[in-house]
Nanobody, 124 residues
Framework: QVQLVESEGGLVQAGGSLRLSCAAS????????MGWFRQAPGKEREFVTA???????YYADSVKGRFTISRDNAKNTVYLQMNSLKPEDTAVYYC??????????????????WGQGTQVTVSS
């Protein structure tokens, strides 16, 4: 069993930056794919980014060039660096983990474990 604990989000101005972290307890997640999803008011949960167990990374078109996902397996922690933030990035952000073999990283139903969610608000 894996528990995921996310860092606090925050309120930032448009164009600013914020880094989120997601720390896992329990089993090592070296063999897990890690992802970030977000849900904005009135919208469905959407894929943001993922990093595979072998370190390949993937990004939604909306965040390419602005967000960076990374992982530190020794610390069982995954990070989301968010730069050039826009008001449309405002959402609750969720960290998630799935077994590397369990299908597409794009599909939230394939993830086994979820963080508690943290609010990120970007003001204009």
């Amino acid at each position: 069993q894996v528990q995921l604990v996310e860092s606090e989000g925050g309120l930032v101005q448009a164009g600013g930056s914020l880094r989120l972290s997601c720390a896992a307890s329990g089993r090592s997640f070296s063999n897990y794919d890690m992802g970030w999803f977000r849900q904005a008011p009135g919208k469905e949960r959407e894929f943001v980014t993922a990093i595979r167990s072998y370190d390949n990374t993937y990004y939604a078109d909306s965040v390419k060039g602005r967000f960076t996902i990374s992982r530190d397996n020794a610390k069982n922690t995954v990070y989301l660096q968010m730069n050039s933030l826009k008001p449309e990035d405002t959402a609750v952000y969720y960290c998630a983990a799935k077994q590397y073999w369990s299908g597409s990283y794009l599909v939230p139903e394939r993830y086994n474990y979820w963080g508690q969610g943290t609010q990120v608000t970007v003001s204009s």
